[in-house]
C-alpha cells in the first residue's frame, strides 16, 4: 500500500505560482508511476501531470508548459505557473503501484483576483 499527503494548495492571482507536494509512505522511485489529477465543481476528475519510475513525463495540453512534475526520494511536486483562474480546482496526487491505485486526500488551489 501507498499513503499519500498531498499539501501546498491555496489562493494564488491569475499570473501567479505555487508548488504542490505530495509526500508517499515509500520511495518515490519503487512506485510504478506518480501523477497529479484535479477536479473542479461539477467537472470530471482529471490528469494533470505524470511521471514513471522510468522519468517520462506527460502533461495536459492545457497545462503544458506551465505547470512541472517532479520528484525526489520521498515526495512528487507540482510547480505551476502563469496560473489561470481555469486551473481552480481540487488537486489530488495519484500513485500507481503494481495495478493498484492509491489517492490522496487532495489541496484545494484557488486562482482569484
Known amino acids: 500500500q501507498v499513503h499519500l499527503v498531498e499539501s501546498g494548495g491555496g489562493l494564488v492571482q491569475p499570473g501567479g505560482s505555487l508548488r504542490l507536494s505530495c509526500a508517499a509512505s515509500?520511495?518515490?522511485?519503487?512506485?510504478?508511476?506518480m501523477g497529479w489529477y484535479r477536479q473542479a465543481p461539477g467537472k470530471e476528475r482529471e490528469l494533470v501531470a505524470q511521471i514513471t519510475n522510468g522519468g517520462s513525463t506527460n502533461y495536459a495540453d492545457s497545462v503544458r508548459g506551465r505547470f512541472t512534475i517532479s520528484r525526489d526520494n520521498s515526495k512528487v511536486y507540482l510547480q505551476m505557473t502563469s496560473l489561470k483562474p481555469e486551473d481552480t480546482a481540487v488537486y489530488y496526487c495519484k500513485a500507481t503501484l503494481y495495478g493498484n491505485y492509491y489517492w490522496g486526500q487532495g489541496t484545494q488551489v484557488t486562482v482569484s483576483s
Open positions: 515509500r520511495n518515490i522511485f519503487t512506485i510504478n508511476a
